[in-house]
């Protein structure tokens, strides 16, 4: 069972920046698709940013360019860089990825980003 694992998040103050790691068990190039989600307390789960596996990439409205998605297909990394980032960008912002020949998705557990003011 391949496993997504995100790292670096943490608390930053308005107009920071972070860098998201996405870690996979296995292959990057096995995801046909993947992305970043994330998840306000009280709020739906909302798309951050999409890759696919030859490069096209999608970005959520309120993104407005301030965020870059990228991956390592000879590796197992996947990237999320944010920056001018604003208090309404706090949330659990979690990995995610569609395998080629599969119908599920993969999870990673979440990594907590936090903006203050």
């Known amino acids: 069972q391949v496993q997504l694992v995100e790292s670096g998040g943490g608390s930053v103050q308005t107009g920071g920046s972070l860098t998201l790691t996405c870690t996979a068990s296995?292959?990057?190039?096995?995801?046909?698709?993947m992305a970043w989600y994330r998840q306000a307390p009280g709020k739906q789960r909302e798309l951050v940013a999409g890759?696919?596996?030859?490069?096209?990439?999608n970005y959520g409205r309120f993104v407005a360019g301030r965020f870059i998605i990228s991956r390592d297909n000879a590796g197992n990394t996947m990237w999320l860089q944010m920056n001018g980032l604003k208090p309404e960008d706090t949330a659990i912002y979690y990995c995610?990825?569609?395998?080629?020949?599969?119908?599920?998705?993969?999870w990673g557990p979440g990594t907590q980003v936090t903006v203050s003011t």
């Open positions: 296995g292959s990057i190039a096995d995801f046909r698709y």
């Open positions: 995610s990825g569609n395998r080629v020949g599969a119908v599920d998705t993969v």
């Open positions: 890759i696919a596996e030859w490069g096209t990439t």
